[in-house]
């Protein structure tokens, strides 16, 4: 056996572990608002203390992800990703960002709506699916919180800068860009060719704004901005509703 051959199944050895890995990462990364989408579905079922204790110890949960994916994600990318503080002009590049995306947004679900008759896509219908009258409010509140302001962390450290610093050098670009994007886009949710096309075309976006300065911040920034949006509007839709 050569060296040069003992070398070559040893890039593949790691190639295999790094791809175990990032799946095992990204069960764990999505795990948190999973968690938190069942005992919300389920809060009607028990008492308040009860549903108080679960969506504390999902949170918790959340927490912990999140600081051990950033650990994981820091020690890979030190000396290759740029972790300066958001400034004004990255708030407003990121702006720009998400009112391109939601262009895109709008005319894909016409298109969705046209094609399909479906105003929603498979994942928003998922997510909005419950009867709000048969949920605790204690477990709705921390769920539009989570889907807002937790998970783009979550999934921007999985998607993103985990997978780009785990898989690929720092100057490469186009199969980073392509492959995040359509796994991101098939993660979703999607009945139909259109809402996957949009949820790929959101994980592009994502990338292009991580990959501007190569500062995950960015991508987490948009990410927000794209979450949070929606979930702020149907949190003050449901406590107008719940104590209007």
Do not use: C
């Amino acid at each position: 056996m050569t060296e040069e051959y003992r070398k070559e199944e040893k890039g593949w050895g790691q190639r295999f572990l790094n791809i175990l890995k990032w799946l095992l990462l990204m069960v764990w990364g999505t795990l948190p608002f999973g968690l938190m989408f069942v005992v919300n579905s389920r809060s009607h079922m028990f008492s308040w203390p009860v549903v108080a204790e679960l969506t504390l110890i999902v949170l918790v949960f959340a927490y912990l992800t999140y600081r051990f994916l950033y650990k994981f994600y820091y020690k890979r990318a030190q000396g290759k990703d740029n972790f300066d503080r958001l400034g004004w002009k990255d708030i407003g590049i990121s702006f720009l960002y998400y009112l391109g995306f939601r262009v895109v947004a709008v005319g894909l679900t016409m298109a969705n709506q046209a094609l399909y008759g479906s105003e929603l896509s498979a994942n928003d219908q998922l997510l909005f699916s419950g009867d709000p009258n048969l949920v605790s409010p204690i477990s709705n509140i921390a769920f539009f919180l989570m889907m807002g302001f937790v998970v783009p962390f979550l999934e921007e450290l999985v998607f993103r800068g985990i997978f780009q610093n785990l898989f690929f050098k720092a100057e490469s670009f186009w199969w980073p860009l392509v492959l995040s994007s359509l796994i991101f886009g098939l993660n979703h949710m999607s009945n139909n060719p259109v809402e996957a096309l949009m949820y790929i075309l959101l994980g592009a976006t994502l990338y292009l704004a991580y990959r501007r300065r190569r500062n995950i911040k960015d991508a987490i920034l948009l990410h927000m901005m794209n979450n949070g949006v929606a979930a702020t509007m149907l949190l003050g839709s449901y406590l107008y509703q719940v104590f209007g």
